[in-house]
């Protein structure tokens, strides 16, 4: 149904499919149905009620966990496209990368990976996953959402080798070190490109960060000085805008032409050489990636680091803490949904995984509304 892909792209006819077997959609792809499955899901609506960097209370105008997985799909299908890629592949898999993050960003993540240290461990990552594979409950033929084997490949970003083993063949990748496909690679680098660019407009925005830091910085203060060449009156706000929205093309258009030429001399002939190749195909140029690395650095030291942020990410793994030995002391504090799911599974979840599973689910105002249900009154202003 898909046409117009580039011989390296992932299509429907090269898919290894999806593990109960299901008849080929009407009007759609097979792609085209992952993603609407993901779009369809509770873990994809509860995305707008989590912490990106700010938590989700502290303002209307910063990202969400939704928009910016919104961003990210735009990105990666405005590059899969040029590059004759698999787009609605890639439209999937942005829009399904971030379904296992835990309320409070990263804070709940390493918070809840501590909790389950004994049991396994907790990786925002392979959550996801998870969240695709077992834990939606929407279709009487099979559990999760049943997604190609190319979109729950492409959802899983970093895994180390242990637990790669236990993934099977969704993970096997980084055990024998091939590549993922372009469209899964596409995602990645867009990820990375959307956060560093709204995280740049969310800490101005909230004034933890200033323009003169963003100065001394190569990407930002180009486009700064660019923009302030071409509009001398403009006023900070719209020169700021205006200087992110140049930043995010020249990084996409870097990332375009650079893949281009990569692909380009490789030629590979189908996806199996591109996950063969022994270096990733899409990428920066050597240039742009340091400049890329500067802003992740700058942003992690300054905004994600700052006292600010800071406070409310202890406050926040406070709560997960708290929460998850809440409810493994006094199971009954679970929902009802959440013990029966654990005991009629084939192979049913410990304890801890089920509540891992059910505080990854909730949304920051939940898990603070739970907090203060169960354990006491907490302060989040
Ligand atoms: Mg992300």
Redesign the pocket.
Known sequence: MVTGLAAYAVSERSSRGRHYPESPPAHRTEFQRDRDRIVHCTAFRRLEYKT?VFVNHEGDMFRT?LT??LE?AQISRTVARALGLNEDLAEAIALA??LG?TPFGHAGQEALDECMRANGGFEHNIQSLRVVDRLEERYAAFPGLNLTFETREGILKHVGRAKARMLGEVGRRFLDRTHASLEAQVTNIA??I??NNHDIDDGLRSGLIDLGQLETLSIPAEQLAQVRREYPRLDTKRLTAEAIRRAVNAEVSDLVDESQRRIGARAPADVAAVRAAGVALIGFTETMRVRHDELKRFLRDNLYRHPRVRSMTERAALIVRALFAAYLADPAALPERVAVAGATAVQPPTLARQVADYVAGMTDRFAIAEYRRLIGPIDMN
């Open positions: 990106q966990r910016h997985s990210v990368h971030d993050h990820d990375e959307a956060y």
